[in-house]
């Protein structure tokens, strides 16, 4: 795995002499996807925590060339087992994360990585582990498209479009719906919580084109277990047991996969990190970073 000379737009908090907790925020998302709160609470912790836009996203470089990403295309050749052209893979995606390290000047991290994050995570563990220090994968999955289909209503909103994708504000409106599919079933949020929490991201930066070459890397990395059962550093998986995107089975298998991992299941998640849970998710996370730290 080779870093690429991207511009890589990040946030660093906390003390750069503790050890580091490099956050992967998943599908379209941006930096500002982890919320202020869960990083403060890992600070406080006594870890230093950088988060993170990835290409194609937020502040972050865009992959180069304007042609459009064929997605139908691309999961017709994944299900026939032929190659998927993509500008870039999940891996090139990891060497990323590497590239902003040695930014840095961080040897080794704990990895966390949310969604496609997790992916990102699982390849950065599997590929560099001298760089890892532990992994904690959250509602992702192993590539087993088997058990990783999304329910009917989160299918039909991810496949639906704002009415006018050139105005934010019907943007806003069409993501809001989306999250409120895919949410937390047992902490919901209000659709004023979900319009402040949206907009922000919205009014930072808006690339859904960019968004699309993501998933082309997702649907090109294909099933990704034989390359888990090389992971050798410890790794904690959490899953919503309500995920309507990445249903829980495929949590399970990822944990199964991954010698060694352990599986938290939490009742009433779904595919969000809603405000509530923040405090177990912090707790869970520096728990297992403190087990996981050498010496």
Not at 2 to 11: A, F, K
Not at 30 to 47: I, K, M, S
Not at 72 to 87: D, H, K
Not at 269 to 280: A, E, F, W
Request: positive net charge.
């Amino acid at each position: 795995m080779t870093s690429q000379p991207l511009h890589i737009e990040h946030e660093s908090l906390g003390d750069p002499r503790q050890p580091t907790i490099l956050l992967i925020m998943g599908l379209g998302m941006q930096l500002t996807g982890w919320p202020d709160d869960f990083c403060h609470g890992l600070v406080a912790r006594g870890y230093r925590v950088v988060r993170f836009d990835n290409r194609d996203c937020g502040l972050s470089a865009r992959a180069p060339g304007k042609k459009r990403a064929n997605l139908l295309l691309a999961m017709a050749a994944a299900a026939l087992g032929l190659p998927v052209r993509t500008p870039y893979t999940l891996e090139d995606m990891a060497g990323d994360a590497v590239g902003l390290m040695d930014r840095l000047g961080v040897e080794r991290a704990h990895i966390v990585g949310v969604s496609m994050g997790g992916m990102i995570a699982q390849v950065l563990a599997a590929r560099v582990p001298q760089r890892v220090l532990s992994l904690t994968s959250i509602m992702s999955s192993s590539g087993n498209r088997r058990l990783s289909r999304p329910s009917k209503s989160a299918r039909k909103v991810l496949l639906s479009r704002p009415a006018d994708p050139k105005n934010p504000e019907s943007v806003i409106d069409h993501l809001v719906e989306m999250f409120g599919v895919i949410g937390s079933p047992g902490y919901p949020s209000t659709r004023e919580e979900l319009r402040q929490r949206v907009g922000h991201s919205v009014h930072r930066a808006y690339e859904p084109a960019g968004t699309a070459r993501q998933l082309l890397a997702i649907i090109a990395s294909g099933d990704r277990r034989k390359l888990l059962r090389t992971i050798t550093v410890p790794t904690l998986v959490i899953h919503g047991a309500s995920d309507p995107l990445v249903p829980l089975a495929a949590g399970r298998d990822t944990a199964q996969q991954i010698p060694r991992a352990s599986l938290l299941v939490i009742e009433g998640m779904g595919h969000d990190l809603p405000d509530p849970l923040l405090p177990r998710l912090v707790q869970a996370i520096a728990e297992h970073c403190q087990r996981s730290a050498p010496g």
